[in-house]
């Protein structure tokens, strides 16, 4: 069983940045890959970012492309979205998501593969 927290959502105005974190519980971190989505109001969730347990490969939307940055850092159980040029478009709950694989470099954009989901931080994005 793994449990994940996010954090380091907020109010931001349009252009700003954040980092959100995901931390997870379990000793075998290492072999999950990770992925961020988001749900905005009245929307359905959409896919976000993702990143093999390896970091060696990684997946964006395109919305995000050149904007956002997802990284892990293994030894600290935790995943990060860095978050740039901010838009309003982008306001939404952000949740992360894991999945064990034996794979080191998968890594999947599809969230019915995700076994694992957090509770989700929320990032409001003023205009």
């Known amino acids: 069983q793994v449990q994940l927290v996010e954090s380091g959502g907020g109010l931001v105005q349009a252009g700003g940045s954040l980092r959100l974190s995901c931390v997870a519980s379990?000793?075998?971190?290492?072999?999950?890959?990770m992925g961020w989505f988001r749900q905005a109001p009245g929307k359905e969730r959409e896919f976000v970012a993702a990143i093999s347990w390896s970091g060696g490969s990684t997946l964006y939307a395109d919305s995000v492309q050149g904007r956002f940055t997802i990284s892990r850092d293994n030894a600290k159980n935790t995943v990060y979205l860095q978050v740039n040029s901010l838009k309003p478009e982008d306001t939404a709950v952000y949740y992360c998501?894991?999945?064990?694989?034996?794979?080191?470099?998968?890594?999947?954009?599809?969230?019915?593969?995700?076994?694992?989901w957090g509770q989700g931080t929320q990032v409001t994005v003023s205009s």
């Open positions: 998501a894991a999945r064990w694989t034996a794979n080191a470099n998968l890594v999947t954009l599809k969230g019915n593969e995700y076994v694992y």
């Open positions: 379990g000793r075998t971190f290492n072999r999950y890959y």
